[in-house]
């Protein structure tokens, strides 16, 4: 278990966690059963607007790098709305990417590296997990990345 603050962690790293967000459909944000905590599916956002564009075609892997590491920063978000306090997350179990890309393109895995290594960096080696990385086309409202995380909640319960 990381031994730090989570929020200070952020302000070192120099994130700013967005509000939680809004569902695009007849979903929740985030839903949990006993002390685990599933995140619905999250796009890749650029200065508050959808990013856009399919790996393999209009970016390139670093680009795609860094709309992972949004959609990570927008996960955070939502689970602190949810939970009210990160440093309650005592594990991230498990990530799914799904990346916007041409059915040329395979390096889905270093795409979601962006997001994979932030989560390691704010909640250390309780940050490292079980990854999925797929390419798909096309993704909701062209964005880029979709992302999913699980996360254990230290309070059991909600």
Not at 12 to 30: E, H, K, N, S
Not at 34 to 43: E, R
Not at 108 to 118: I, K, R
């Amino acid at each position: 278990m990381y031994r730090h603050d989570i929020y200070e962690k952020l302000k070192t790293l120099g994130i700013q966690l967005p509000d939680g967000g809004t569902p695009a459909a007849a979903y929740v944000m985030a839903a949990q059963s006993g002390n685990l905590v599933h995140t619905s599916g999250h796009i890749a956002k650029k200065n508050g607007s959808v990013w856009a564009g399919k790996l393999g075609a209009s970016m390139t892997t670093e680009e795609g790098r860094a709309a992972a590491r949004s959609v990570a920063v927008d996960l955070l978000a939502t689970l602190h709305a949810h939970t009210g306090d990160l440093n309650r997350v005592t594990r991230i179990v498990k990530v799914l990417s799904l990346v916007n890309s041409t059915a040329e393109f395979t390096e889905q895995h270093l795409v979601t590296n962006g997001a994979s290594e932030l989560l390691a960096e704010v909640f250390g080696n309780s940050g490292r997990h079980a990854r999925s990385a797929f390419g798909v086309a096309p993704i909701p409202l062209g964005a880029r990345l979709s992302g999913y995380r699980q996360g254990r909640d230290s309070a059991a319960g909600r």
